[in-house]
Nanobody
Framework: VRLVESGGALVQPGGSLRLSCAAF????????NGWFRQAPGKEREGVSY???????YYVDSVKGRFTISRDNFENTLYLQMNSLKPEDTAVYYC???????????????WGQGTQVTVSS
């Protein structure tokens, strides 16, 4: 099983990015998928989740700005990030597990992360 994130970059405040998470050896739609982030000196934070039935959750700080989606044909998870703020700067990871609780515990399958830096 392998998850590969891409799309991280340096972007100015107010800008947009789309992160991708391509999955190999696993069908993403058979699991709860999530995007997490970790900023320097801070704990890992769950940003958004999408379950097997398509239910979606966002942490309050990204509601209205980020959109999670999943392309089952491409077996790829996405995170569209708009109106980016400096506080969104972090390494972003995608994960897949049987449920959200397992993702929160750091269990399941994970990618290597992609750096998002929001700065002028």
């Amino acid at each position: 099983v392998r998850l590969v994130e891409s799309g991280g970059a340096l972007v100015q405040p107010g800008g947009s990015l789309r992160l991708s998470c391509a999955a190999f050896g696993i069908n993403l739609d058979s699991f709860t998928n999530g995007w997490f982030r970790q900023a320097p000196g801070k704990e890992r934070e769950g940003v958004s989740y999408i379950t097997t039935d398509g239910s979606i959750y966002y942490v309050d700080s990204v509601k209205g700005r980020f959109t999670i989606s999943r392309d089952n044909f491409e077996n790829t998870l996405y995170l569209q990030m708009n109106s980016l703020k400096p506080e969104d700067t972090a390494v972003y990871y995608c994960g897949a597990a049987q449920d959200r609780d397992l993702l929160d515990l750091g269990l399941g399958s994970w990618g290597q992360g992609t750096q998002v830096t929001v700065s002028s």
